[in-house]
């Protein structure tokens, strides 16, 4: 059973950072294209950065380039969002996908930058 569980959220000021983690089960991610998304209150789901499977090619939105890094621990299954300066409009729920010939879902976790 594939499961991506997230952690690291919560609330924080303006300028400040949070590391998200999302760990992985019923799969290997070393066969997945992996990605962080967000989606604020009344708006549509949005991608963040993705990591495709060889590990070679990274893309983020550009509001987060230079401020947010993904990352993948290949022993631990497991994949990071390292997220500095954080901004109000980072605010948003964040989720953990995978893509393994099907798409699966973290159930997602809250980021608040707010003073």
């Known amino acids: 059973q594939v499961q991506l569980v997230e952690s690291g959220g919560g609330l924080v000021q303006p300028g400040g950072s949070l590391r998200l983690t999302c760990v992985a089960s019923?799969?290997?991610?070393?066969?997945?294209?992996m990605s962080w998304y967000r989606q604020a209150p009344g708006k549509e789901r949005e991608p963040v950065a993705s990591i495709n499977r060889v590990g070679d090619m990274i893309n983020y939105r550009a509001s987060v380039k230079g401020r947010f890094t993904i990352s993948r621990d290949l022993d631990k299954n497991t994949i990071y969002l390292q997220m500095n300066n954080l901004k109000p409009e980072d605010t948003a729920v964040y989720f953990c996908s995978a893509d393994d010939q099907k798409i699966y879902w973290g159930q997602g976790i809250q980021v608040t930058v707010s003073s």
């Open positions: 019923g799969f290997t991610i070393a066969t997945a294209s």
